[in-house]
């Protein structure tokens, strides 16, 4: 059974269409990837399922609950992990820990042995006690994810968990939510980083301007995809020319610069790569690295959109 439902949700910001009628639902037990570039309307969904915002038209049932009827039952079975880090800096974690946790509802008795379990998950049982102002930016991450695990929610809703902060924090995050599935919680994981989706997902919902534009298993969403491959190449000499011609070469689906490198789409790379270096050298350029990328993520969304997720 759907332990979410969302169906042809609908909310606008004055004349701008935030989401568009999206419609995905959340099977128990899954950790389910909510993808999509920025401005997609991810944010906006999140806060529609949490009650934080009110929808214009659509329906949002949690476990059977309606979340437009029966808000506060819905809202005790979820716990949110924001993008920005809601925290007290001047209070140790564990203080910011029972103020997250009174707020929903834990008794004092309860409490101790709830932060003692979330700070346990995020691995931060050694820093219970000091201020967080001390904290590096992937420590706070990992105490909002805790404080998103206060109450026991049998629904984690995490946005975008992992942006700005560093590596060695961002796998601690991603390990982290591997294990969550260990401990029966469903999570839904927004992001715009494809590498992090296919890592942890088991199924996934790309947005596009406010719609879910494909939703499926990993692997359904990457057969979807593999028609076509992602060729990186870079050079030293970059120009707009080179772009339009690698687009008329037929076989490219789109060729477009992203960072200074120049990307292609194409359903045959082993017929447009020598094609395309020949155009490149053919304008005064000289290839330093080429990337050819197996079918992601990202190819799909390319395929779909005809734009890059990180544009
Ligand atoms: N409170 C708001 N007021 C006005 N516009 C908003 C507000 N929140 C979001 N938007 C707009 O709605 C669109 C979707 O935003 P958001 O849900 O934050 O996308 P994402 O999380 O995918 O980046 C964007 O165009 C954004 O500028
Ligand atoms: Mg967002």
Redesign the pocket.
């Known amino acids: 059974m759907a332990l979410l439902e969302v169906k042809d949700l609908k909310k606008a910001?004055?004349s701008?269409q935030?989401?568009n009628g999206a419609s995905f639902s959340v099977q128990e037990g899954e950790i389910f990837g909510l993808l999509?570039?920025?401005?997609?309307?991810?944010?906006?969904?999140?806060?529609l399922i949490c009650g934080l915002l009110k929808a214009n038209s659509g329906k949002i049932m949690v476990d059977n609950w309606d979340v437009a009827k029966d808000g506060a039952k819905a809202k005790k079975l979820i716990g949110i992990v924001p993008?920005e880090p809601a925290l007290y800096p001047m209070l140790s974690a564990k203080a910011n820990l029972g103020f997250w946790g009174t707020i929903n509802g834990l008794t004092s008795n309860e409490l101790e042995k709830a932060i003692d379990e979330v700070l346990k998950v995020v691995g931060l049982e050694d820093r219970a006690d000091g201020k967080i102002s001390k904290y590096s930016g992937g420590m706070k991450r990992r105490l909002n994810i805790a404080a998103g695990l206060i109450h026991s929610p049998r629904l984690l809703i995490m946005?975008?968990p992992t942006v700005g902060i560093d590596p060695q924090s961002r796998n601690h995050i991603l390990e982290t939510v591997k294990h969550l599935r260990e401990r029966d919680i469903t999570v839904i994981y927004?992001s715009?980083y494809v590498e992090e989706v296919e890592y942890l997902c088991d199924r996934v919902a790309i947005?596009d301007n406010?719609q879910i534009i494909s939703e499926g298993t990993l692997a359904e969403l990457l057969k979807r995809g593999s028609e076509y491959q992602e060729l990186t190449i870079n050079m030293n000499s970059f120009s707009e020319e080179i772009q339009n011609t690698i687009q008329t070469l037929p076989g490219v689906e789109k060729a477009f610069s992203l960072n200074e490198k120049l990307k292609i789409i194409t359903s045959n790379a082993e017929k447009i790569l020598p094609l395309a270096f020949e155009t490149i050298v053919g304008h005064g350029g000289i290839v330093s690295e080429i990337k050819i990328h197996k079918p992601n993520l990202e190819s799909l969304f390319l395929k779909l959109t005809g734009k890059a997720l990180r544009d």
């Open positions: 910001f004055g701008r935030a989401v999509g570039p920025n401005g997609a309307g991810k944010s906006t969904t999140l806060s993008q946005d975008e927004t715009h947005m406010g």
